[in-house]
């Protein structure tokens, strides 16, 4: 089960944002999370599977955003040194460069399980 949080800085915010532990996880990124917002800690990040663009947030380890670009399919990315990214659907805002994302919970509705059709 991932974990939920809610990423802001006043003006932006990301809400249902998942955050990635696991190996697998971290490489199947967005796609393995069915498209919603995810955020883990890496080096680098790859769209070579994915058929459309993805918003991709760079994010130092004190949570403020050092680039924010979308990604093409087909790309790898790499970061100097391990990064939290945020990856999302392409399309809603990026947040500014230099400002501080933080983090809090969601409601504990949002952090049960999605229905997996069972």
């Not at 249902?16 to 498209?35: M, Q």
């Not at 955003?65 to 790898?76: E, K, L, Y």
């Amino acid at each position: 089960m991932y974990r939920r949080i809610r990423l802001s800085n006043g003006a932006w915010s990301m809400d249902d944002v998942s955050v990635l532990r696991s190996f697998t996880e971290r490489l199947r990124g967005i796609r393995g999370a069915s498209g919603s917002p995810v955020l883990f800690l890496t080096r680098s990040i790859h769209t070579l599977a994915l058929p459309y663009p993805i918003s991709v947030v760079e994010l130092d380890l004190n949570g403020v955003v050092q680039s924010a670009r979308v990604a093409p399919p087909g790309r790898v990315l790499r970061f100097s040194e391990r990064r939290w990214v945020v990856e999302y659907p392409a399309g809603d805002p990026l947040p500014a460069l230099g400002t501080r994302l933080a983090a809090s919970t969601m409601p504990q509705r949002c952090q049960e399980p999605r229905n997996q059709g069972h």
